[in-house]
């Protein structure tokens, strides 16, 4: 079975992409949904945060998210402290699931970062998902009712698109142009053939 990663910038359009893939048959990871269950119920990444953000960061033992996004959108050095208590545990998580899904074909994890991480070194191939910058901040606006100075203040914190295209396995394009079904198709058929 191939694990497959696939990424791109925030508002690029993963989830749709992913969306399509579970239609035919392929069960898909969602780094960032299992990321928000290890934050609200890991007991040891639960005090890792407390002893680096603090108790204001919870309320009844809950994590306030957006306390906790207001402080590390802000200082990329907390942001930095974040990642290296949430990844490990999250990738840790997905190498489990990948193990439980070995009669498929392949399977696939969701993740906004991949190579700012180095989690491509646990993946078999990589899916970039890309969109024009300009309709990538218009959907997060929409989606997430924020700025778009809330918006580049996120896209800083990731890896320019041009390095994660150059990166690559694959590319999908989703810039409400092209069709994003043949494109899956395509690489559907390539994966599930070995083609790769």
Same mark, same amino acid.
């Given at each position: 079975?191939?694990?497959?990663?696939?990424?791109?910038?925030?508002?690029?359009?993963?989830?749709?992409?992913?969306?399509?893939?579970?239609?035919? /048959?392929?069960? &898909? *990871?969602?780094?960032?949904?299992?990321?928000? $269950?290890?934050? =609200?119920?890991? !007991?040891?990444?639960?005090? %890792?945060?407390?002893?680096?953000? /603090?108790?204001? &960061? *919870?309320?009844?033992?809950?994590?306030?998210? $957006?306390?906790? =996004?207001?402080? !590390?959108?802000?200082?990329? %050095?907390?942001?930095?402290?974040?990642?290296?208590?949430?990844?490990?545990?999250?990738?840790?998580?997905?190498?489990?699931?990948?193990?439980?899904?070995?009669?498929?074909?392949?399977?696939?994890?969701?993740?906004?970062?991949?190579?700012?991480?180095?989690?491509?070194?646990?993946?078999?191939?990589?899916?970039?998902?890309?969109?024009?910058?300009?309709?990538?901040?218009?959907?997060?606006?929409?989606?997430?009712?924020?700025?778009?100075?809330?918006?580049?203040?996120?896209?800083?914190?990731?890896?320019?698109?041009?390095?994660?295209?150059?990166?690559?396995?694959?590319?999908?394009?989703?810039?409400?142009?092209?069709?994003?079904?043949?494109?899956?198709?395509?690489?559907?058929?390539?994966?599930?053939?070995?083609?790769?």
């Amino acid at each position: 079975m191939l694990k497959i990663g696939i990424t791109g910038g925030i508002g690029s359009g993963k989830s749709t992409v992913c969306k399509i893939f579970e239609t035919l /048959g392929i069960p &898909v *990871f969602y780094a960032d949904e299992e990321s928000k $269950k290890i934050l =609200s119920t890991d !007991v040891e990444v639960i005090s %890792e945060v407390k002893r680096i953000f /603090g108790n204001e &960061v *919870f309320s009844n033992n809950i994590p306030d998210r $957006k306390k906790i =996004s207001e402080t !590390v959108f802000n200082q990329p %050095e907390k942001l930095k402290q974040l990642n290296s208590i949430l990844h490990p545990a999250v990738i840790a998580k997905s190498e489990t699931w990948f193990h439980s899904q070995k009669e498929k074909p392949y399977s696939i994890k969701e993740a906004a970062l991949i190579y700012e991480i180095g989690a491509q070194a646990f993946l078999d191939k990589v899916i970039v998902v890309t969109a024009p910058e300009k309709i990538r901040i218009e959907r997060i606006i929409k989606r997430d009712g924020i700025t778009a100075d809330e918006v580049q203040a996120r896209l800083q914190n990731q890896m320019p698109e041009r390095e994660k295209i150059a990166k690559a396995d694959f590319i999908i394009v989703n810039d409400n142009e092209q069709l994003l079904i043949p494109q899956v198709l395509q690489i559907h058929e390539a994966l599930t053939n070995k083609q790769v």
